[in-house]
């Protein structure tokens, strides 16, 4: 079955998959550094998870919000909006045979701007780099939906 | 290398990839309307958002929830958790090779639906609209997935 | 057009298809389960979800929170979290031609480790449950991203 490796030889997919990997793997971390804080904060939101600090009320002070845990809870959500409508609209994208110097051009730029917003939203950053951050993303994704739907339409 | 351009050939991917497009890019839009929201309502979830209000308590009164904001997100959350599905799987069900016209009846119906809901939800229009197009495209959803079950079961 | 029922006859694809659908239909399940408790607790998130409780103040106590409705939530934004990064990094592994057994090895872990975190969060189980059976789906999902960067990358 060379079929599935086929695709892949294609350098416009293997660009896609490089950055599509690395920029899920990055909203991946988003969850790791959750974990940080809610433990060096001690900011739990499920009883099981404070069982461990004891029995009782001096458990149940755990179970609140931090407002780190909640900053980075915010970007991790952040994450979901932008790079899901990025994967897969980027998939399309990358299977519409657009040049290898234009895809790589948008999915750097997009990998780039949401690490950027990363680092925008956890510094944080004053405004507007984060909003920026997301705005540059944000428009990459919609200048490959319109390559998609200008070249794949089919109401 | 034309692999990549012959699957954007086949009509049901391309009507697969049109819709698809459509529906990400409508979930996009709902980050517009959180932003428009925020600015307009003055409720912001981030002390560095509020900056430009001013210094100290001035702009601390911004750091709030506001209910026609809170809507918004919900909508969007809505959308992640129903659209996510629908793209992962109507992407394997495209290429289970389903009949255009079976395949066009699922796609139109969850955009359709999707949208209906993003009015019902924004709106918002009384029950249970927002519960029946909500249900709708989770119905084609299921439908897709039982498709690629049957065809492609590989446990 | 042969092209798109030729990539599910591959049997890697095929594989990752079936637990694919499998698992974002086990995600959509977690929208039915926070349904059920939001109807049995009577704890609503829009006013309009309400009104068949009658009006006004009466309707309006049913405005409110609920441990298990908010447990299930977490549940279903976690299953977002790490089965859309399953989804994407799967996907482009499938395509990278990874050895069948292998590849099994992956998807059946990741779908039995997200099938027993669902458990483990909505019974609950007491810690390390959940916390395990969240890092079995997390480093499956590495070891896929792993295999796509050595694979495809081209940066």
Redesign the interface.
Known sequence: ?A?????????????Y??Y???I??K??L??LITAYFRITRKAF??P??T??FGKGDSAKKFLRTDADVE?VR?G??ND???I??F???G??Y????PDLSTALLHFRIFAGARILHTFAYLI????PS?GLSWAIG?AV??SM?YR??S?????
Chains 1, 2, 3 share one sequence.
Request: with cysteine; hydrophobic share 50%; proline share 5%.
């Open positions: 079955m079929k599935s490796t086929q695709l892949i030889d294609n350098e416009v997919f293997r660009a998959a490089t599509a990997a690395i899920l793997v909203m991946m988003m969850s939101a499920n099981e998870d069982a461990s900053r915010r991790h959500l979901l909006e932008n899901v409508p994967f897969g609209i998939l399309l990358a299977l519409c045979g944080p950053l004053p405004q984060r944000y994704t919609i939906a998609v739907l070249k794949a339409l089919y109401l």
